[in-house]
């Protein structure tokens, strides 16, 4: 054991301030910080807190925080970035009440709860009392009440989820007009979301991502936004004729709703929309794809099963790795197009079951082949008797009935 040296004895206690001066939390923070542990909690086999020891430095120890030095006031840190819960997969999460206190860290840019079972209201002033937020995410717990509109005007906001609670009543307009950096909006599956998706979508500014499926909006479909690529409103009660479709668009998933009219040719020929998903609503008419289609346009899936759609299916959905055509009205022939796709393997599934098709005839270029063992198809439940390996992929529900009784196919077949 030998004395420290005076020199480092000075070394260390300069140390020792510096540090402690660089690491000490604002004592609005530091309070927020307390009510919030105050209120949450680890469900079991959760072990989120047990890092949270208040007679340690928060900056320093707690897991699910970093500190930004505070730009008024350079003697303190302030908690920019809070994420409660590990977000391990097997982690229950915390539960608790959501506490107002969040609203008091103000310097906050990024406020992330992983899943779990937090309830209560989103407070109302949280985005006037946040104005630096970037990121808003609390996905799968159980927060009630609306969406509070202060969450608008936030200069810097690109993501906000808050899809998987139990929020209710309509969507706050400006959260779409008033957003100018929003990219990324969620609010998948709250149930209980309704009114009409406001008609500010359409300016949104910056918006690239949608999901607002899982809910109860009602009304048409607003025009989109030029910069939107993913859309789904899946699983709501909106109705009428489909607005223009953006050019941007990727992913469009208008499913289990009551759109109806005719499907627009255009949608048909979007050069990035890759996947095409209008199942489950009320479309009648003719299908057709625009008179100069786009042959280099190539859809993962395309399904338009359970609508009122009429005519014969269109060729140039051939280019289709998976079509759903089920459950509507469509009349003559399967195409060639479709039946040399799935011998050459570009198409994977095909369903056609339960509609008035009349014609499966194998094309020239197909003699010889065998359908591959990857397809599934389905083409029960017809004006005809399919081929055997056109049922192997049949659902369950739809392995009955291979043709329709006649008498459903006499006004179908009567001009021949
Ligand atoms: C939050 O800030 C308000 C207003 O400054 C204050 O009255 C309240 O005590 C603070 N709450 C906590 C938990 O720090
Ligand atoms: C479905 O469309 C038809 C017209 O094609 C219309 O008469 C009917 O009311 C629509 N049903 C719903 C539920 O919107
Ligand atoms: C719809 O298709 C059917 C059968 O191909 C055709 O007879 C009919 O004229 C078409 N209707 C319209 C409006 O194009
Ligand atoms: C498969 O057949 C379709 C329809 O005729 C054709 O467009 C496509 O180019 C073919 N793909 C391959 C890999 O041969």
Redesign the pocket.
């Known amino acids: 054991m030998s004395p420290i040296h005076p020199p480092f004895l000075f070394l260390f206690f300069f140390l020792f301030l510096h540090c402690s001066a660089q690491s000490s939390l604002s004592p609005t923070d530091r309070q927020a910080l307390l009510n919030i542990r105050q209120n949450l909690f680890d469900l079991p086999g959760s072990t989120f807190f047990s890092s949270w020891d208040f007679s340690s430095d928060p900056c320093l120890s707690f897991s699910g925080i970093t500190c930004s030095p505070d730009d008024d006031d350079n003697n303190f840190l302030r908690v920019s970035v809070l994420t409660l819960g590990t977000g391990l997969t097997d982690s229950p999460g915390l539960g608790g009440i959501l506490p107002t206190s969040i609203s008091n860290l103000s310097a906050l840019t990024e406020l992330v709860i992983f899943p779990g079972r937090i309830t209560g209201q989103i407070p109302t002033n949280l985005g006037g009392s946040l104005p630096l937020l970037r990121l808003l995410s609390i996905s799968s717990n159980l927060l009630l009440g609306p969406i509070p509109p202060s969450l608008s005007n936030l200069p810097f906001l690109h993501t906000l989820d808050l899809s998987q609670n139990q929020l209710q009543d309509s969507l706050p307009p400006s959260l779409l007009s008033s957003n100018p950096s929003l990219k990324v909006l969620i609010l998948a599956y709250n149930g209980g979301l309704t009114g009409p998706i406001p008609s500010q979508l359409t300016s949104a500014p910056n918006l690239l991502h949608l999901d607002l499926r899982g809910n109860s909006f009602t009304g048409f479909l607003p025009p989109l936004p030029s910069t939107l690529r993913f859309l789904s409103v899946s699983i709501n009660s909106l109705s009428g004729p489909l607005p223009p479709i953006s050019p941007a668009l990727e992913f469009l998933d208008l499913s289990n709703n009551v759109f109806s009219g005719e499907i627009p040719p255009a949608i048909f020929s979007l050069p990035r929309l890759s996947s095409i998903l209008l199942n489950d609503n009320n479309f009648s ?2 299908l ?1 794809l625009p008179l100069s289609s786009d042959t280099t346009v190539k859809w993962a899936v395309v399904d338009v099963s359970h609508n009122m759609l ?3 299916p269109p060729a140039g959905l051939a280019a289709a790795d998976s079509l759903y055509l089920n459950d509507n009205q469509f ?2 022939a399967v195409p060639a197009e479709y039946i040399e796709s799935i011998y050459n393997g570009s198409m994977t599934t095909f369903y056609a079951q339960s509609n008035f098709l009349s014609v499966f005839s194998l094309p020239p270029a197909t003699v010889g082949m065998a359908v591959p063992a990857s397809a599934s198809l389905c083409l029960s439940h017809n004006c005809m008797l399919p081929p055997p390996a056109a049922t192997t992929g049949c659902p369950a529900s739809a392995q009955a009935h291979l043709s329709r009784p006649s008498y459903q196919c006499a006004a179908v077949s009567g001009g021949d």
């Open positions: 008419g003719n057709s009429t005519g014969e009349t003559g």
